[in-house]
């Protein structure tokens, strides 16, 4: 993993061009309508017949190289569906974000959108159970320790996303039928969401690690 003032500098460095980038793929190549958007696919979940954002052309592939703090690269009511997973818990303002995916939405479109599960991990504190969480990104012995890698990933995470929370900033944001729904396993949308949903994985189905939800554009 780059250490936290790599990833500080390469923001200050690059974010003035991923920019400009972002605002010229919206004026001269984004498309009019129709489209699916994955938001921060990373380096290994790039998915075809989407339009991959992010701010890593480095390790990772994408389509639009352009940074997520500000505004999306995508004209209004022109995507059909958008979909994020563990990328709203970096960025520094989840609310100005959702209201700008409900801009870029057609009526009727939907959001998926997953991050780390802070109800789960909670639960798991209050239980005591340390087995729940893993060791990234620091080895801990404690709970409250291993509770902390869960929730700020070594200051990687800016928020704590829960159901509630996450549900306010949608609902806040003009998004209804929000719902609570299962990793890999569970869409209202299956087809939409296929592949993204190959991809999920979740090793704990009583108790998720991954946090998701499913929201959509009124029509
Ligand atoms: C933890 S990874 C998640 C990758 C993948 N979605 C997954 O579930 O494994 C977070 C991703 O969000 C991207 N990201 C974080 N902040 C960003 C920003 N401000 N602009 C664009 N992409 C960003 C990172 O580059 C990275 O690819």
Known sequence: MLSRTAKASFFVIAAPMMRINGALYRAMRAPRSGAKAHLGPGRKR?????????????????????????ELPFLDNSLHAVYSHHVVEHLPNIRAHFHDIFRCLEAGGIYRVGGPNGDSAI?????NDKSW???????????????????????????????SFLRELLEDAGFVDVTLRKPIVDSGYPELFADALEQEHESDMDCPHTLLLEAAKPI
């Open 46 to 70: 790039y998915l075809p017949g989407w339009i991959n954002v992010d701010a890593n052309m480095f390790t990772g592939k994408c389509d639009v190289w352009t940074d997520l703090r500000y």
């Open 133 to 163: 969480f893993s060791h990234f990104p620091e080895d801990r012995r404690s709970i409250g320790g291993r509770f902390e890698n869960f929730i700020f990933c070594g200051r990687e995470h800016l928020t704590i996303l829960t159901e």
């Open 123 to 127: 639960r798991k504190f209050v239980e």
